[in-house]
């Protein structure tokens, strides 16, 4: 039988790479509770409404991507393709419209059939942050703020850079999709053919389409600017002012849509140029519609959703600061002191791993290569006098010590 491998896809996350993926989720976890925000977390499946009512019966999530199944029940069921839907589904099923603002953090599997490839997987992982119920525009430049701060403290902020862009009101953007529809139909010849079948039902993808040929078409379209009412200019120049008072650097640009009708306003992406085509790294937007779709009032909302996988790939493994305490009793004879020594390391939070099999030289050795950062040697004479040597690896210095002063001092710094 030939070995088993993950499925085509997926992937395990095990040392380096788990390490990155934790610290993502930390740093996010972090800065998020910072700014008020409280961590959710939603079932990995949902009702396959949740998903087919919310990203559209034409977009490409819903038709070629998701993993929908039907139960013993019968019931349609589809495990999550992003995270924005199922919070707002909790938001409703909890009773939590009438206690607004609520302030989310998530994180999880997403899980989504398309061509792997770096940095994109069939299940991946997101962070991702909503803040329901305002329609202030000073607080999408603060829910940008805390996206930029959690990227920071990833030390990315000289490998990404924010652009933005103004999706306007339901208004707006009506008389912009008829005047693309009219361009469109005029050059329909010249589409690519996934954009000639999204022509009348979903324009607005065609503007983020990467085939060249619509690329070309698209120089010419009629641009979104010219067909802002009063109301969306004014929205856009307090996001604008926003993000100058909160000290975001961004540049504009105009190929940043969503195609659904429920997103308005503020369309905004960090991209990056170290992940080749997979260059987007943390996305959002402003949507008043998707509360209402999962049966509750009309509240507006912005979020966004960052790819764990693709921030790992940016960062270096996070250093460990704590103490890595192994414990070497010299005999069977001092194993029950070891033990008792090992467990109270652990009680103070001390990473602490006991090393008693083997010759004793080899155990030094591999502790060491192992990365412990403090060594405890248990010999028969040290503890007969209730005492034990304690080497410091990074002075490369060493101690005979009291055990409850060596406790004292790898539980509590010295």
């Known amino acids: 039988m030939p070995a088993l491998q993950p499925a085509r896809g997926t992937h395990d996350l095990i040392g380096d790479e788990a390490r990155r993926h934790a610290h993502v989720i930390q740093v996010a976890r972090r800065v998020t509770a910072r700014y008020g925000y409280e961590e959710w977390s939603t079932p990995i499946f949902e009702d396959t409404r949740v998903f087919s009512r919310t990203l559209g019966d034409t977009s490409d999530v819903v038709t070629k991507e998701m993993y929908s199944f039907e139960d013993r029940g019968g019931e349609s069921l589809t495990l999550r393709p ?8 909790a938001f409703v099923s909890n009773g939590l419209t009438q206690k607004l603002p609520q302030r989310v953090f998530y994180n999880g599997p997403m899980f989504r059939y398309e061509r792997p490839q770096k940095g994109r997987f069939r299940q991946f992982h997101q962070i991702g942050a909503e803040y329901l119920g305002s329609s202030d525009p000073l607080v ?43 361009y469109f139909v005029a050059h329909q010849d010249a589409l690519s053919d996934e954009s000639r079948a ?43 002012r926003g993000l100058d008072l909160y000290g975001v650097a961004y540049t ?19 991209v990056t140029e170290k992940l080749g085509a997979q260059g987007t790294v943390l996305a959002g937007g402003r949507y008043e519609g998707l509360v209402a779709e999962m049966g509750g009032p009309s509240i507006p909302a912005i979020g966004w959703a960052g790819g764990i996988e693709r921030l790992a790939l940016l960062i270096a493994p996070p250093e460990s600061h704590g103490k890595y305490v192994v414990v070497l009793p010299m005999g069977d004879a001092g194993l029950p002191e070891a033990i008792s020594l090992l467990q109270k390391l652990r009680e103070g939070d001390v990473r602490a791993e006991m090393a008693h099999h083997g010759a004793f030289k080899k155990r030094m050795e591999r502790a060491i290569k ?23 690896l990074s002075l490369r210095a060493q101690r005979d010590v009291p055990i409850d002063e060596a406790l004292r001092f790898l539980s509590h710094g010295a």
């Open 198 to 240: 999204r022509l009348h039902q979903n324009p607005l993808r065609i503007i983020d389409s990467k085939s060249s040929q619509d690329r070309t078409l698209l120089q010419s379209a009629p641009s979104y600017s010219d067909y802002l009412n009063p109301a969306s200019r004014e929205f856009y120049d307090g996001l604008r």
């Open 140 to 182: 999408d430049a603060e829910t940008i703020a805390m996206a930029q701060m959690i990227l920071r403290e990833l030390g990315l902020e000289q490998d990404v850079s924010l652009q933005i862009n103004t999706l306007g009101d339901v208004e707006s953007r009506l008389a912009w999709r008829k005047a693309l529809i009219a």
């Open 370 to 392: 192992g990365g412990a950062t403090h060594l405890i040697l248990m010999g028969e004479d040290e503890l007969a006098q209730g005492r034990v040597i304690l080497r410091d």
């Open 252 to 270: 504009e640009n105009p190929h940043i849509v969503r195609g659904l009708d429920y997103y308005s306003h503020t369309a905004f992406e960090f």
């Open 82 to 89: 992003e995270g924005t839907a199922a919070i707002c589904r």
